[in-house]
């Protein structure tokens, strides 16, 4: 069944959305993760213009986000001041990327940058989950338990800047100008690349912040909801680049994939589902490099003239 996406001005098979969109939302309930680095990039293989992908997917995750961050603030494993910190330089980097992103399809850039953007981030983070995921499985093996990674001790530079706050429930002393900066970097990259940010926010509020595991998850979805939020209405009003048909249908699809998703991730190990999680985003980060470099079938095409 065909319907017409009245922004992105194309016609797609309702079908293939919905299975896209249960599809991600089935790997997002097995592995915890938003699924906005996925879907973006899926959207685009289906021809949808990255502009209207981006911003229709930051549309997406504020929902997913909202049913996270709620199910935390009941079990208090989320940390409201911390997540207001975050938050401010969060909506703040929202802003300057939603102005980088109109300069960019002003100037024509647009679907380049954000197919750099995927591939580098992609490629990166995937390469490291996998090496991650099969050391800890090694690891696993040898000593005959599941390996725990052991988090670095705090950078002496981070522990000595100024401005330093009390957040009591992340039992944390420290200065907000790392926490700005993270929130303003994820805000930027929700913007420009249609994602919450979590693949970034997440390890580094472990590995660098130091922040307990236990308020990580519902801390970060708390900043990315509003940040995604605050995208979407900006984008609208900014770019006009939000299709709401097309986010209603990838909605319904990843609420139903996610309830699926949810129990298979229970059937399987951490290691294990890492190492297939870094395994998929690198074919995606794989797909999109390729449609860099390969040259088109058609190296031109008959538009209409822009008047110059």
């Known amino acids: ?92 980097g929202a802003g300057i990327g939603v102005v980088i992103f109109s300069r960019l399809r002003e100037a024509g850039q647009l679907d380049l940058i954000i197919s750099i953007l995927y591939v580098v981030f992609l490629g990166t983070i995937g390469t490291l989950m996998v090496i991650e995921s099969l050391n800890a499985i090694r690891k696993s093996r040898r000593d005959g338990d599941a390996a725990q990674a052991a988090i670095p001790k705090q950078q002496t530079w981070i522990s000595n800047l100024p401005f330093k706050v009390r957040f009591h429930r992340s039992q944390l002393y420290l200065s907000v100008i790392p926490i700005l900066a993270l929130g303003l970097v994820v805000g930027v990259l929700a913007s420009i690349m249609g994602v919450g940010g979590g693949f970034i926010m997440v390890p580094a509020m472990i590995y660098i912040l130091r922040v307990p595991t236990n308020v990580v998850i519902g801390t970060s979805l708390f900043q990315i909801m509003f940040v995604t939020m605050f995208t979407t209405i900006a984008q609208s009003a900014t770019n006009q680049t939000v299709d709401i048909v097309l986010a209603l249908i990838l909605m319904v699809g990843g609420v139903i994939g996610a309830q699926f998703g949810a129990q298979m991730g229970q059937k399987l190990k951490g290691e294990q589902l890492r190492a297939l999680l870094g395994l998929i985003v690198l074919a995606v980060c794989i797909r999109l490099g390729w449609d860099l470099v390969n040259m088109p079938a058609e190296l031109f095409s008959l538009g209409l003239g822009g008047g110059h």
């Open 1 to 92: 069944m065909n319907l017409y996406l009245p922004i992105a001005e194309m016609s797609v098979n309702v079908f293939v959305l919905f299975g896209m969109g249960a599809g991600v939302g089935f790997l997002s309930g097995m592995f915890g993760v938003g699924g906005g680095f996925l879907m973006t990039p899926l959207l685009i293989f289906y021809q949808i213009p990255p502009a209207v992908a981006v911003a229709t997917e930051a549309n997406q995750i504020v929902a997913s986000s909202f049913s996270g961050a709620l199910a935390h603030l009941r079990k208090g494993s989320l940390d409201l001041k911390l997540g207001f910190v975050l938050l401010i330089g969060g909506v703040a």
